[in-house]
């Protein structure tokens, strides 16, 4: 079974910058979607950034502009720069894989996500 581990979270004030790593246990980049979800407390996790195996990627209105996907497929790791972060960002962090654009849900068990915290 896959397992993830994400890192690179923290408290960072307003206007502020992180970038998030997510290291797959297994060579799996070459053929899912990697993806990245976030969910506050209360919330539901959403999916807000992608990147398929061809390298395309996609983004959440609510991301678009300020962060960037991308992927090392010989590290196993996808990484997410967050740039011109806002208090509404804050939330636990998850990265998983799956199939096309994710319709069907992911296809691992989720990993311990990392807390990024937006507050001055």
């Known amino acids: 079974q896959v397992q993830f581990v994400e890192s690179g979270g923290g408290l960072v004030q307003p206007g502020g910058l992180l970038r998030l790593s997510c290291a ?5 980049f070459i ?3 990697m ?4 969910q506050a407390p209360g919330e539901r996790r959403e999916l807000f ?3 398929t195996s061809r390298g395309g990627p996609i ?5 678009k502009g300020r962060f960037t996907i991308s992927r090392d497929t010989a590290e ?5 720069q967050m740039d011109s972060l806002k208090p509404e960002d804050t939330s636990g962090y998850y990265c998983n894989a799956g199939v096309g654009t994710l319709t069907a849900g992911v296809r691992y068990p989720w990993g311990q996500g990392d807390q990024i915290t937006v507050s001055s």
Not at 76 to 80: E, I, K, M, P, S
């Open 49 to 51: 950034a992608h990147i």
């Open 35 to 38: 993806a990245w979800y976030r």
């Open 76 to 80: 196993n790791t996808v990484y997410l």
């Open 59 to 63: 983004y959440a209105d609510s991301v």
């Open 24 to 28: 797959a246990s297994e060579t799996i």
């Open 31 to 33: 053929v899912y979607t």
